[in-house]
T-cell receptor, first 114, second 116 residues
């Protein structure tokens, strides 16, 4: 119940294309779903996050789509650029929880080809 | 503003040894969390500290311990190192334990620990 399952493991997209990464969760107590971007040798950096009271959130080229009934959420990167090549992690946590720890997916390595 | 800083950057130890990793949170942040990231996997939660008290612990053995100091910096200690402890250890800080609407966990660059 604490798992967050992420797919695909790796993704190759042409420059200008759309990158789509999917995540699924089981614990219905999760109510905060961030996406992190990690470059080699760096720590994860928050990209965008959503709470389940909305079905979609957009920030620039990045969009989270959230399906509460299916317990799934996805990251869409529009107009993908070579600089977007990185590993992306979805995560989940209980927003007002006493621990505040994040449960991460296993990551998706995105390569954007010029 | 400086981000989360961690030291050392890299560390090589042998099995059975002890290691101490250090973290300085973003100024004004009172909560520090530690994560272990094994190569090719997502980070796994180890500890969270808020106002010098442990507020959460992940599924890690008692060989792992941590503490937070009055200036909100933190140390992660690992005793009796095993080969499987080789990983990137990440520290994250946030303003408030209760994850208010503006609260976000900001990660440091990590300490790469290699156990031989």
């Amino acid at each position: 119940q604490q798992q967050v399952k992420q797919s695909p493991q790796s993704l190759i997209v042409q420059k200008g294309g759309i990158s789509i990464i999917n995540c699924a969760y089981e614990n219905t107590a999760f109510d905060y779903f961030p996406w992190y971007q990690q470059f080699p040798g760096k720590g994860p950096a928050l990209l965008i996050a959503i709470r389940p009271d909305v079905s979609e959130k957009k920030e620039g080229r990045f969009t989270i789509s959230f399906n509460k009934s299916a317990k799934q959420f996805s990251l869409h990167i529009m107009d993908s650029q070579p600089g977007d090549s990185a590993t992306y992690f979805c995560a989940a946590s209980i927003f007002w929880g006493s621990q505040g720890n994040l449960i991460f997916g296993k990551g998706t390595k995105l390569s954007v080809k010029p | 503003d400086a981000g989360v800083t961690q030291s050392p950057t890299h560390l090589i130890k042998t099995r059975g040894q002890h290691v101490t990793l250090r973290c300085s949170p973003i100024s004004g942040h009172k909560s520090v969390s530690w994560y272990q990231q094994v190569l090719g996997q997502g980070p796994q939660f180890i500890f969270q500290y808020y106002e010098k008290e442990e507020r959460g612990r992940g599924n890690f053995p008692d060989r792992f311990s941590a503490r937070q100091f009055p200036n909100y910096s933190s140390e992660l200690n690992v005793n009796a190192l095993l080969l499987g402890d080789s990983a990137l250890y990440l520290c994250a800080s946030s303003h408030d334990q209760l994850a208010a609407s503006t609260d976000t966990q900001y990660f440091g660059p990590g300490t790469r620990l290699t156990v031989l």
